[in-house]
């Protein structure tokens, strides 16, 4: 965990673990379009001044931006006037923080190789990011652990079952219409996946 920064919803600053997260370095992002400019460049920011210096390794994002229950109609409204599939298990991913981490944690692209050569390689090796680990939680019944449980820490004990794909962050593409494409067949899978898993158990 030490090793780790976590990005997550500014709500979360005032649950029982806001504190430590503030202390440990992690980023509360604001939501919605009013904030959505500013919070990108304070990401950048905060990437670049806590990232490296207090050696982290791995940051964890949820690119959906969000709770489901709150995420899922405007998702749904938004897939509908462009044309992209249906979700119900999930929302479709926003660009801004994923690309932002890419740009700034990431040694720039040259034909699959990072610019500079071995150098970079060695360097990126120990500081920059080298994998995406695309994660999806399956929740008993399709039920997610809501706010008030986080606020309170407690639930009865349940199975949750998490599925992993690894991909090499070179794979990632760069470009913002080709990185948006990538992460919205992402999402497709787990949809598919979430939907097979939640029929059969």
Not at 70 to 79: G, W, Y
Not at 118 to 129: P, Q, T, W
Not at 132 to 159: N, S
Request: glycine fraction near 6%; charged fraction near 25%; aromatic fraction near 12%.
């Amino acid at each position: 965990v030490r090793q780790m920064m976590w990005l997550m919803d500014h709500i979360f600053k005032y649950t029982n673990f806001g504190i430590v997260s503030l202390i440990h370095g992690d980023f509360f992002i604001r939501q919605g379009r009013a904030h959505r400019d500013q919070q990108l460049v304070l990401l950048k920011e905060h990437l670049e001044k806590y990232y490296r210096s207090r050696n982290r390794k791995w940051i964890v994002l949820f690119p959906e931006g969000g709770f489901l229950r709150k995420r899922r109609e405007t998702s749904q409204e938004f897939a509908k006037k462009n044309n992209l599939p249906f979700l119900q298990h999930v929302t479709l991913p926003r660009l801004g923080a994923t690309q932002v981490i890419l740009k700034t944690l990431v040694p720039p692209q040259e034909n699959g190789t990072p610019a500079g050569g071995d150098a970079v390689i060695r360097e990126s090796k120990s500081k920059g990011l080298q994998w995406v680990i695309d994660t999806t939680i399956a929740y008993p019944k399709g039920e997610p652990i809501d706010i008030q449980t986080w606020i309170l820490g407690y639930r009865q004990p349940t199975v949750t079952h998490v599925h992993y794909r690894i991909f090499p962050v070179k794979d990632v593409p760069a470009e913002p219409e080709a990185l948006t494409h990538w992460l919205y067949q992402r999402f497709i899978e787990k949809e598919d996946l979430l939907t097979h898993f939640y029929e059969t158990g």
